[in-house]
C-alpha cells in the first residue's frame, strides 16, 4: 500500500467514522446522566475518564507514559511548562451561605477559589495561531470550551451511624432511574457510602483567557447529623493528569437543633464570576 | 466561574422539554447502557457497550449497506470505463491502420481490384482519379473521426453536467475504495495496522473475556424471510465495524503517524487547520495543533469542502 505517496484513503470508512463518533461522544455525555441519577461515584468517575480517553485518543488514562506524552505535547504546543493545563485552589471550604453552621438537609455550599494556572499560555498561542492562519481571533476564541467536574461524595466520621440509603427519583423527562431495572439498582444500593455521589456537577470555561474564578456548587447537606468528611473530585473533561481530589471535614447540625429564619428558595442563584 | 442549579443535582433533574433523552432511541440506548453498566465497570467495558448501543448499531449497519453500495457502483463504473477504454483503443487503432495503410482495407481493396479487373491498366488517369478518390475517402473518414470524438466528448460534458445540476453525481466515480482502488487505505488497513500492535480484536476482550459471550440481534435474510438470530460480538459485522472505529480511536496517535499514511495526514492538517473556524462541532480550535486526532477528521473536512 502507498497511500503516503498518493494521499489516498476510503471515505466510506474514515468519513462514517467521524460521525461514530460524534455520536458515541453525545452518547457518552448522556450517560453520565446514568451514573448521576444512581450516584455512583465509581461509574461517574470512569465515565469521564472514559470521555477523555475517547476525546484525546489514548489508550490509558493514567499510564505514566502517557500522561508525559500528554504533558510533553501540551508544553511544547503552549510555550513550556505554563502551558501544562492546571488548576491551583486558592481556598476550599464548605459552608451553608448566609449562616453560622450547616445543619442537616440545608442548601449548602462546596465555594472554590481557582486560579487556571495555563490561561495566559492559551491565550497567546491561540492568538498567534489565529494570526498565522489570518482567522479574528474572536471567532476561534468564542469556540472555546473547557470542562471539568466537580464530583462531591460524604461519609460520616462516626462508624456507629449507618449509611444513609440510597434515594433515587424518576426524573421528569425519563432520564436516569427509570432507566435501571430492579437488579440492577441493587448494585448500586450495595455500594458503600463513601462511593456515594452527593453531587456531581459540570463546570464549563467558556474563556480561555480567564485566569481566575470563584466557583460555588450547591448541593444538599446529608441528613443525619454529625461530622463528615467530604471527598472532592475535580477531574477534566478534555485533560490528561491534572485532575485534582481533597478531602474537607465539616460538622453537620441536627435541623431542629438550631434557629434559622425562614428563607425564599430560589432556583436561581447569581453566579460569582471573576475573570482575571 | 459558574454556580450550580437547583437541588439534587443539576444532572439528575433536567426540566427543558427539547432534551434530547426524550427521544425514543436515545432513550432504548440509555436503557441499554443502565441494564449493561456496573459500578466495577471500567473504562474499556464501557467503551464496548457505548459502542453497541442500539442506534450506534443501526447507524453502523446504515454506513455498511451504504458502504456496499457504492463498492457495487464503483467496481460497475470501473468495468464500463475499462470497456470504454478498450473500445476507444480499439477505435483509434482501427483508424490509424487506415490511415497507415492506406485506407479501408476491404473496401479500398475490393474497389482497386474491381479497378483492377474493370479498367485498362494503361488508363493512367484514370489510376490518378482513383487514388484522387481515395484520399478524398480518407479525408472524410478522419473528418467524420473527428466529428465522432468530438460529438462523444460533448455528449460526455453534456451528460456530467446535467448530473452535476441535478444532484446526480455518481459517487462511484469519484470515490477511492478499498479493495477496489489501489492502495486506498480504510478499514481492512485499520485492522491490519491495529493487529501488528496487538489492539485487534479489541482489547476489550481480552482484558474482560465475558464480553465475548455478550449477544446481539443480528437479522438474516433467508429465501423469504428475514430472520432475527443472536450472535456474538465477533459474528456481528456492525458490531465488529463501531468496534474496529472505537479501537481507532483509541490508537489515533500510532495510526495517524504511520509511515503510510504520514503524508495524507500533514496534507490533511494543513487543510484542517485553514478552516478550522468551521468546525464548531468539534473541538477548540488549538487542539487540532496537539491532540492525535484521526485522519478522519481532517478527511471528512476536505469532503465537506470539494
Known amino acids: ?276 | 466561574m459558574a454556580t450550580s442549579s437547583a437541588l439534587p443535582t443539576a444532572l439528575n433533574t433536567p426540566t427543558d422539554p427539547l432534551s434530547p433523552f426524550n427521544s425514543p432511541e436515545i432513550k432504548l440506548d440509555m436503557m441499554y447502557l443502565a441494564s449493561h453498566f456496573l459500578p466495577t465497570s471500567t473504562h474499556y467495558d464501557i467503551l464496548f457497550f457505548i459502542s453497541t448501543v442500539p442506534s450506534l448499531l443501526i447507524f453502523a449497519k446504515d454506513t455498511m449497506e451504504r458502504a456496499d453500495q457504492l463498492k457495487k457502483e464503483r467496481i460497475e463504473f470501473l468495468k464500463k470505463q475499462k470497456k470504454e477504454k478498450e473500445r476507444r483503443q480499439v477505435e483509434l487503432t482501427m483508424f490509424d491502420t487506415v490511415l497507415n495503410e492506406g485506407g479501408w482495407a476491404d473496401e479500398d481493396d475490393n474497389n482497386n481490384n474491381n479497378a483492377k479487373t474493370n479498367t485498362p491498366i494503361d488508363s493512367v488517369g484514370e489510376e490518378s482519379d482513383d487514388n484522387n478518390k481515395t484520399l478524398d475517402s480518407l479525408e472524410a473518414i478522419r473528418q467524420a473521426k473527428e466529428a465522432k470524438i468530438r460529438a462523444e466528448k460533448e455528449k460526455e460534458l453534456l451528460a456530467k453536467q446535467v448530473a452535476e445540476v441535478t444532484g446526480k453525481t455518481s459517487l462511484a466515480e469519484n470515490l477511492l475504495l478499498e479493495d477496489v482502488d489501489e492502495g486506498v487505505l480504510g478499514r481492512k488497513w485499520v485492522e491490519l495496522t491495529l493487529t501488528q500492535v496487538g489492539q485487534w480484536p479489541p482489547i476489550c476482550f481480552k482484558k474482560n473475556p465475558s464480553l465475548l459471550q455478550h449477544t446481539f440481534p443480528l437479522e438474516k435474510k433467508n429465501r423469504r424471510h428475514y430472520t432475527t438470530a443472536l450472535v456474538t460480538a465477533m459474528d456481528h459485522p456492525a458490531v465488529m465495524r463501531t468496534l474496529c472505529i472505537t479501537a481507532g480511536r483509541l490508537n489515533s496517535q500510532m495510526l495517524n503517524t504511520h509511515t503510510e499514511l504520514g503524508k495524507s495526514v500533514i496534507f490533511f492538517n494543513v487543510i484542517y487547520c485553514i478552516n478550522s473556524v468551521l468546525c464548531v462541532d468539534f473541538y477548540p480550535l488549538e487542539k487540532y495543533s496537539y491532540y492525535s486526532y484521526p485522519f478522519s477528521i481532517y478527511f471528512d473536512f476536505i469532503s465537506e469542502c470539494k
Open chain 1, 1 to 276: 500500500m502507498n497511500a503516503s505517496k498518493t494521499n489516498q484513503v476510503d471515505s466510506t470508512y474514515f468519513k462514517s467514522a467521524v460521525e461514530f463518533r460524534q455520536r458515541a461522544s453525545l452518547i457518552l455525555e448522556g450517560s453520565l446522566h446514568l451514573a448521576a441519577s444512581v450516584k455512583s461515584y465509581p461509574l461517574a468517575k470512569t465515565l469521564i475518564e472514559t470521555q477523555v480517553m475517547f476525546k484525546v485518543g489514548v489508550l490509558s488514562i493514567s499510564h505514566p507514559q502517557t500522561i508525559e506524552w500528554f504533558r510533553s505535547t501540551m508544553a511544547s504546543t503552549y510555550g513550556g511548562p505554563e502551558g501544562i493545563p492546571a488548576l491551583e485552589f486558592r481556598s476550599k471550604t464548605i459552608r451553608t451561605p448566609d449562616e453560622n453552621e450547616i445543619a442537616t438537609e440545608d442548601l449548602c455550599a462546596l465555594e472554590l477559589d481557582i486560579e487556571r494556572k495555563h490561561a495566559d499560555n492559551f491565550t497567546r498561542q491561540k492568538i498567534e495561531l489565529c494570526a498565522k492562519q489570518g482567522i479574528p481571533p474572536q471567532i476561534a476564541l468564542s469556540a472555546y470550551r473547557e470542562i471539568w467536574w466537580i464530583l462531591i461524595r460524604a461519609k460520616n466520621m462516626d462508624p456507629t451511624v449507618p449509611a444513609e440509603k440510597l434515594d433515587v427519583k424518576p426524573n421528569q423527562d425519563g432520564v436516569g432511574i427509570t432507566f435501571f431495572d430492579k437488579k440492577n439498582l441493587k448494585q448500586y444500593e450495595n455500594e458503600a457510602e463513601e462511593n456515594r455521589l452527593v453531587h456531581m456537577f459540570p463546570f464549563v470555561v467558556p474563556n480561555v483567557a480567564q485566569k481566575a474564578g470563584k466557583l460555588t456548587v450547591r448541593f444538599m447537606a446529608p441528613k443525619k447529623a454529625g461530622r463528615y468528611k467530604f471527598f472532592v473530585d475535580v477531574k477534566s473533561g478534555e485533560f490528561l493528569g491534572c485532575d485534582h481530589d481533597f478531602t474537607l471535614v465539616a460538622d453537620v447540625v441536627d435541623r431542629n437543633t438550631v434557629q434559622r429564619v425562614e428563607k425564599v428558595p430560589s432556583d436561581k442563584v447569581e453566579p460569582t464570576t471573576e475573570s482575571g
